[in-house]
């Protein structure tokens, strides 16, 4: 017999640390184009080969091929840029007030931004989403629901915040666009919106939900919670996970994406689940669309990965150049959504140079008009928040009479 070997556990380590180059070959990248597409009424079983390839619409030239290109009109991909551009245009601007003290915290959605605009374009504005907090393209998009200074005035907890100061900022609830409150606690939005599209069917209602959940985010419980439920009811929901390779200073192997795909988590759940490129547009319409019609016609939940990057840092309060190499995002194989658009668009002579700029500049003016509206009704720094008496209001319907004497021991 052997000696008996000393015990030892494996703990993952990303490819890739500051002052060396990420090997970004475990990401297992898909051709355009050679991912094929099933028939919506499949089973989870024969999504077994999508969940570990990469379905992919934009080749390399900007060319949208194979069996997932999506019949978007000129229209919508030209909107579709625009609201990308927006996300991103306004994001940077964001980070400025922050650092002027106008916002106590900011979070970009910086390279992520195809997947809430193009999962929107697919989906209908009756339905519920229940976002983490890098889906505020999805917010961006729906200006006919909700204005850009609402947005800001939340941001800056101004005397306009809708919420009266009592969220972090980014933690918008817009019931009005189907934007469900975002909660910090991660994985709560899985169960809530899995329960919402389990009592949508139970009522015999239309609207079919959409859950979001980060790499990181899939260890906690309430993830594999949600997939039993889904599975067992056939939920009318789409389970979609982010996968931008960090959970702030954790590499997503540590999630439990090394060996195994998240999107086989679906598969072993009984789920249909696809793995996607996060970062092309018409890949995101495309599987999105799939997925709403499998929700809407009764054939259950659809998970689906998405392959991106977190291009910034997780949030104001992080520095990623201590954990990663600082050009990471340049030498993702997935590149940046917004350029991959626009060279389709520009290759299909929808879109030029001229009109990227002016663009640029219109939604430019836009931001800044908004945000100048906004500081109007104060800013973090310059006072004019809710008061703080204002804590006890919107609890209960009527005040009860422990939190009427603690509002007046308290002197506020
Ligand atoms: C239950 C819970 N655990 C930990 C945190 C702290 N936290 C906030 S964001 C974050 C990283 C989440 O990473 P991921 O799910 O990959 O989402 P991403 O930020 O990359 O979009 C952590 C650990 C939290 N808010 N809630
Ligand atoms: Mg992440």
Redesign the pocket.
């Known amino acids: 017999m052997s000696q008996p070997q000393a015990l030892r556990l494996h703990v993952p380590e990303p490819s890739g640390r500051p002052g060396c180059a990420t090997d970004f070959s475990y990401l297992h990248v898909s051709e355009a184009g050679a991912v094929r597409r099933p028939p919506v009424d499949t089973s989870h079983f024969d999504t077994s080969d999508l969940a570990y390839s990469l379905i992919r619409v934009l080749d390399r030239d900007g060319k949208a091929v194979g069996p997932w290109v999506p019949e978007l009109s000129t229209a919508q991909l030209r909107r579709g840029l625009r609201v990308m551009m927006k996300t991103r245009l306004f994001d940077s601007r964001m980070l400025l007030a922050q650092r002027q003290k106008k916002t106590s915290f900011y ?1 970009q959605s910086l390279g ?1 931004e195809a997947m809430p605009v193009a999962h929107d374009m697919a989906l209908d504005r009756t339905d519920m989403w229940f976002p ?3 889906q505020q393209g999805m917010l961006l998009a729906r200006e006919a629901d909700v204005s850009m200074v609402e947005i800001i005035c939340q941001l800056m907890s101004n005397e306009r915040d809708s919420l009266k100061g009592r969220q972090l900022p980014v933690m918008y609830s817009f019931k009005k666009a189907g934007f469900f409150t975002i909660s ?4 709560t939005q899985y169960i809530q919106a899995v329960g919402w599209a389990m009592a949508s069917a139970i009522k015999g209602d239309t609207r079919i939900a959409s859950a979001w ?6 260890a ?1 419980s309430d993830f594999h919670t949600a997939l039993t439920f889904a599975h067992v009811y056939r939920a009318p929901v789409i389970l979609n996970v ?3 390779q ?3 200073s ?1 590499f ?1 192997a540590l ?1 439990g994406g090394e060996s195994v795909t998240f999107a086989a988590r679906g598969v072993g759940s009984g789920i249909a689940s696809l793995r996607v490129d996060g970062n092309d547009f018409l890949a995101v319409y495309a599987a999105s669309s799939w997925a709403a019609e499998r929700a809407r016609t009764n054939l259950g939940p659809t998970l689906i990965e998405w392959v991106t990057y ?1 291009a910034g840092p ?2 104001t309060s992080d520095d990623p150049s201590k954990y990663r190499p600082a050009d990471d995002w340049s030498h993702f194989p997935l590149g940046d959504p917004i350029d991959r658009l626009r060279r389709h668009l520009t290759g299909l002579g929808l879109w030029s140079d001229a009109e990227h700029e002016a663009t640029r500049q219109e939604l430019e003016a836009e931001i800044v008009a908004a945000q100048k509206e906004a500081e109007l009704s104060g800013t973090l720094a310059h006072g004019r928040a809710p008061s703080a008496a204002s804590m006890f209001e919107d609890v209960y319907k009527e005040m009860p009479e422990h939190l009427r004497l603690q509002r007046q021991q308290s002197g506020v």
């Open positions: 979070m992520e983490s907090y890098r910090g606690n991660l994985a959940i980060g790499d990181g985010a899939t906690e982010v996968n931008n960090w959970a702030i954790t997503q999630a977190r997780h949030s």
